[in-house]
């Protein structure tokens, strides 16, 4: 029988980061429905797959519903909550007793609340006395990260989605908008302008195919390409001369280095005739408002770090930037990245400082109340950084929060001794099925999206709340109230005693924000939130004009020409390409690329294997994306059985052969929970984030 709702309450999707409203439908206190919020500046009355099963997926069997530990036998068996907690600090502590505080490190996520993670860094880094902990956000949001600090001052995506709509050419390199961001795709439907779509991709992906152009350049050439645009630009003198002596430094020396990258090489240096190159150039001089989009095929790359400045230096070289549909921007991942960018006291300490800055640590201390010798005076580890201490012994004790390295860390083989080399591993998830979770010593069962409250903050700065409005099962409880018992039964319980409730903890990331290009001290409350449907960073406390006073809907950074370094001014930042350090070879001769492989999955597939309705979307087989040249010279049929082989795994997959590979590479969806065995482990040098996109194999039938 139909459920009649007796009321609505709105909340943000918890999936990407493009931070979609919702209408949840309730009845007696309970989500029973939801439907996209038509007044959410975001989505517009719009919502993906991923999105309308929302509710769906928090129904499973292998919901985590009580605390696990691993007993004598080797298996994960129920204890009581408070079993738990002394196991874990008893655990925890006796590894650091032993082998100093660093011993115990933790890998957190983009998926929890902001408020969240703010709690986690400080109980971890502050009360617990750990220096190592990052996020899952090294493998996917890094890149951007140092990318913009570098040469903007501050780690700050500049757009706002309407840019989307205003631009009359943009430009997506590495980005599947189609696929990993389709409402955001959706805005782009909505342009008015008939607006130019260039696509950069070594793939004809769904995005390419509805671009007006598609430039599908040899992998790993990117940086070499975006350097031959900007020469040429430079070379036919179609750049804002008085916006980059007014509002950059270093424009000279990076004209003197392009130079070098004639339009007539870039068959040989990118595989694209020059002529192509040639109108992507005037297409970029002749737009009035050119945007520069870029995603996962930029920031997961052993040079991602340059490759994302190459796009930065464009935008601020034709005066692309500050003014609407334009921007170099960077559209982020997951429905929380950037706020762990901010927030999470990882990589940043809390509020985008500095752990190395004495005076930022005095100002996070008085903020917060706690002794200034509690916070580190260096930089935690990386990702990969963590995994390396794991391997020589120097971690012992990890924590996993809301991620599943298990299956997404890069050389899967090599990821999985790495964990098994821990004397004590503690996975926090809502699911006790995940890769890392079964491999657990203890599963703390966590509540996820819907059953809990806090904020995400979305790829264009937009902080949206989202609501509990269903209950976690059996005894499964929210992210903030396992970290209220761990500093509980840790003994630093005191230092957080202020912090009860999520809203509690907005309140202190405000204080922690004050003055910094995130500054959110105008945001009153959880309630303005709700009213304004999110509201952007910055939004300071000097704006506000009184209690009833709300923020504009839509902000875009850098309308004034200032960027966040001392002189107020950007950088011209670049660095000679280098090839990667495995390429295909004889043994060897296929590129594996690697992507987002449907609308209707996330990540690995944790939660969004759980819906009905999402399997039906895509394929439950592994298939191997094959070009039709390929699939010729190694006699292959569609939906054949063949290995694919790196040097480092096996992998068995089904052949699918398309056109929308060229020769000589291969594409395996990053969903699949085989797919890292073949992956290849570089980094970016400034980065750390892994290259996923780049590995050589081999296709054998078996
Ligand atoms: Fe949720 Fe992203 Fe889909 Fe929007 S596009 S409904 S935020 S998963």
Redesign the pocket.
Known sequence: ASIKPDGTTTSV?G??S???GLELHMKDGKAVNLSPSVDWPV?LGM??P??WESLTVLKANDRATAPLLKGADGKLAPVSWDDAMKTFCERFQDIQAKHGNDSVAFLSTGQIATEEMFFLGALAKFGMGMLHGDGNTRQCMATAVVAYKESFGFDAPPFTYADFEESDVLVFVGSNLCIA???MWERVLRNPHQPKIIVIDPRRTETAVAATHHLPLKPKTDLALLYTIANVLIENDWIDTNYIANHTVGFDDFRQYVAEYRLEDSLENCGLPSADVMEVVKAIHEGQRVSFWWTMGVNQSHQGVRTAQAIINLAMMTGNIGRPGTGANSVTGQCNAMGSRLFSNTTNLLGGHDFRNADHRQKIADTLNIPVGNIPTENSWSYDGIMEGIRRGDIRGLWVIATNPAHSWIHQKEAHETLSKLDFLVVQDMYHSTETAVRADLVLPAAGWGEKEGTFINSERRIGLHKKVVPAPGQALADFQIFRLVSHYWGCGSLFENWKTPEDVFQAMKQCSQGQPCDITGIRDYRMLDDARGVQWPTRQDESTGDDWMPAQQRRLFEDGQYFHADGKARFIFEPPQAPNEEPSEDFPLRLLTGRGTAAQWHTQTKTSKSAVLRTLYSTTLLIDVSPDDAAALQLLPHDKVLVQSARGEIEARVNITGSVQSGHVFLPMHNELTNRLTFPQFDSYSRQPSYKNAAVRIVKP
Do not use: L, R, S, V
Request: proline residues 7%; aromatic residues 8%.
């Open positions: 999707c999936f990407c493009t931070g979609c989505n919502a993906c991923k999105g961001h389709p409402i």
